[in-house]
């Protein structure tokens, strides 16, 4: 049980096209997701928490404007990334916990992000 | 400020020698502290949740510890199939706080090779 799917797993694409990304949770609701991002040899950084049917909560120095977050329904999430940059190049990850909250996460498998 | 450090940032270890991982943390008040485990490329795999001092989790060849400021993660008799790296994560907050706050804060991991 609580497993997260994420799709695409890897995506290259131009400088100044937009991505999306999406996370799906198959055996259980989420009221909350969770998006973080990861540079090698780096922490886990949170860079939103996804509600359903609400606005998304971004973390400081996160621009809300350039990674647009979607939580259409209680088992999915989007991540879009607009007008891409060689810098927003990096390991997206998605999570949810079945309990809802910030508690005990379960992750997706990731999207490695290239931008050309 | 909360912060999570883990120690050392990477192990060899050979075969069958065993060894502990450590995870210290500064907190205002622990609602949880959790252990993943992450293999190349991929996102983190649930491992553990502890919650107050004195407890312990086992899975397999793992066990987990708490203590008021910090966490270990026992490796015993390793396999090469162990080798990832491991993080560790805390919430913090008071549990008896109904809310949404105590995001997860990540630790940079430790990256464990078990040589056979």
């Known amino acids: 049980g609580a497993v997260v799917s994420q799709h695409p797993s890897w995506v290259i694409c131009k400088s100044g096209t937009s991505v999306k990304i999406e996370c799906r949770s198959l055996?259980?609701?989420?009221?909350?997701m969770f998006w973080y991002r990861q540079f090698p040899k780096q922490s886990l950084m949170l860079m939103a928490t996804?509600?359903?049917?609400?606005?998304?909560?971004?973390e400081q120095g996160v621009e809300k404007d350039k990674f647009l977050i979607n939580h259409a329904s209680l088992t999915l999430s989007t991540l879009t990334v607009t007008s891409a940059h060689p810098e927003d190049s990096s390991f997206y990850i998605c999570s949810a916990s079945p309990a809802g909250g910030p508690g005990e996460q379960f992750f997706g498998p990731g999207t490695r992000l290239t931008v050309l | 400020e909360d912060q999570v450090t883990q120690s050392p940032e990477a192990l060899r270890l050979q075969e069958g020698e065993s060894s502990s991982l450590n995870c210290s943390y500064t907190v205002s008040g622990l609602r949880g502290l959790f252990w993943y485990r992450q293999d190349p490329g991929k996102g983190p795999e649930f491992l553990f949740t502890l919650y107050s001092a004195g407890e312990e989790k086992e899975k397999e060849r793992l066990k987990a510890t708490l203590t008021k400021k910090e966490s270990f993660l026992h490796i015993t008799a390793p396999k090469p199939e162990d080798s990832a790296t491991y993080l560790c994560a805390v919430q913090a907050g008071s549990r008896d706080y109904g809310g949404s706050q105590g995001n997860l804060i990540f630790g940079k991991g430790t990256k464990l090779s078990v040589k056979p």
């Open positions: 996804s509600n359903e049917g609400s606005k998304a909560t971004y």
């Open positions: 055996d259980f609701q989420a009221t909350t």
